[in-house]
C-alpha cells in the first residue's frame, strides 16, 4: 500500500510517499481501506520528532490520527461489522495510508448525513471536544465554556457541541476569522488581537467565570485561564500551542478550588481510549443526523500533496478541518 513515511525528522522535505507492507488485522481488529485522512497538528510535532506515537518505533513510521473508509477484512473474533462497512474512527498513528488496522470497538459508523470522504474531518476533534467540556470537564445544559481557538478543528467542533447540549460559549480566535465563529453559534467570540479574553470573559459572566476552559495554547494563557474559571470550575489543558512552560499566580488557583487537567487521548490505555469512544457514539452521533452537528471542512490536498498540506496547517489560516483525500 502507498502512505505517508517520516523516515528522518525535521522539515516537510522529510515526509515521503512510498509502497509499505500491507497492515494486517489481529484477533479483534479489522482493515478498513481508506478513503480520507486529516490533519493534526499532532502530524506537525511527530514530523519534528516532537510527539511520537505510543510504543516501539517501527519500521515505517506513518503519522494519522483519524479515518474514514470501507471495512476490507474482519479478524477472526470480530463479530459487530462486516466486510463492506462504510466506518470512521482514531488511531494512534497510521491512519495517512491506504490502509489501516484498529480495534473493532474504535470504530464508528458515519452518520447517514456526511458523505464518505467528509467523515474523516469528525473523529478526531469531535471525540477530543466532547471528552473534555463534557467527560473531563463536567459541562452540561445551562452551563458556560471558554474555549481558545475557536476556528480550529477542535474549536468549530466545541462550539456545536456545546450548543447542542444547551450550554453557553465564548471563543478566542484572529480577526478574520470572527464571522466563521460567530455563524457556527458561539455566544461571544473574542478577537484576542484587539481584546483581552479575561477582560471579557468577567464582563460577560458578570465576574463569576465559566464552568470550563478548553485550552490548546497554554504559556501565558494559564494565568488569564484562571482568571476566567469560576470558583470549582475545571480548565481542561489539551494542547500546547503556544509556549511550552507556563507560570501562574498560586494564589488566584487556590481561593477558586478549581483544577487544572492535563489530557491527551493519543497515549491513554485501549480501555480508556474505547470507553470514550463509546461514550461519543452514544451521545454525539445521533446529533449528526438530526442537525445539530456537521463536520466544518476547510480544505482538502491529494496524498501526494502531504507537504503541502503541512505547511498550509503550519499557517494556523484553516477554519475547521483540513483533509487528505486517498482513495
Known amino acids: 500500500m502507498r502512505a505517508v513515511v517520516i523516515p528522518e525528522y525535521g522539515g516537510v522535505d522529510v515526509l515521503q510517499v512510498r509502497e509499505v507492507p500491507d497492515p494486517a488485522p489481529g484477533p479483534e481488529e479489522v482493515l478498513v481501506n481508506v478513503a480520507c485522512s486529516a490533519m493534526n497538528r499532532a502530524d506537525l510535532l511527530q514530523r519534528m520528532g516532537l510527539y511520537p506515537a505510543p510504543g516501539p518505533k517501527p519500521e515505517f513510521e506513518i503519522p494519522g490520527l483519524e479515518f474514514a473508509g470501507t471495512i476490507a477484512a474482519l479478524g477472526e473474533r470480530v463479530t459487530g461489522w462486516s466486510v463492506g462497512d462504510e466506518v470512521m474512527g482514531i488511531v494512534s498513528g497510521g491512519a495517512k495510508a491506504e490502509q489501516v488496522v484498529t480495534h473493532e470497538r474504535m470504530l464508528q459508523h458515519i452518520p447517514a448525513s456526511v458523505a464518505l470522504h467528509?467523515?474523516?474531518?469528525?473523529?478526531?476533534?469531535?471525540m477530543t471536544a466532547h471528552d473534555a467540556l463534557v467527560t473531563q470537564g463536567g459541562l452540561a445544559s445551562g452551563g458556560t465554556a471558554l474555549v481558545h481557538a475557536g476556528?480550529?478543528?477542535?474549536?468549530?467542533?466545541?462550539?456545536?457541541?456545546?450548543?447542542?447540549i444547551g450550554a453557553r460559549i465564548a471563543v478566542t480566535c484572529s480577526t478574520s476569522k470572527v464571522t466563521a465563529c460567530t455563524d457556527l453559534g458561539a455566544d461571544l467570540v473574542i478577537d484576542y488581537t484587539e481584546t483581552d479574553f479575561a477582560d471579557a470573559i468577567k464582563e460577560w459572566t458578570g465576574r463569576q467565570g465559566v464552568d470550563v476552559v478548553l485550552d490548546v495554547i497554554g504559556g501565558d494563557y494559564l494565568a488569564r485561564n484562571i482568571?476566567?474559571?469560576?470558583?470549582?470550575?475545571r480548565i481542561i489543558q489539551v494542547g500546547v500551542m503556544g509556549e511550552p512552560t507556563a507560570t501562574f499566580p498560586l494564589g488566584a488557583l487556590l481561593p477558586k478550588r478549581a483544577a487544572l487537567i492535563g489530557t491527551v487521548l493519543r497515549s491513554r490505555p485501549i480501555e480508556q481510549k474505547i470507553d470514550a469512544n463509546q461514550r461519543f457514539c452514544a451521545e454525539l452521533l445521533p446529533r449528526f443526523d438530526d442537525g445539530s452537528l456537521r463536520p466544518i471542512i476547510d480544505s482538502r490536498f491529494a496524498l501526494d500533496d502531504i507537504a503541502e498540506a503541512h505547511e498550509y496547517m503550519a499557517t494556523n489560516a484553516n477554519v475547521g478541518k483540513i483533509l487528505l483525500d486517498i482513495a
Open 151 to 164: 476556528a480550529s478543528g477542535v474549536g468549530t467542533a466545541a462550539i456545536q457541541i456545546v450548543k447542542a
Open 227 to 233: 482568571a476566567s474559571v469560576r470558583v470549582q470550575g
Open 118 to 126: 467528509d467523515a474523516a474531518a469528525i473523529p478526531e476533534v469531535f
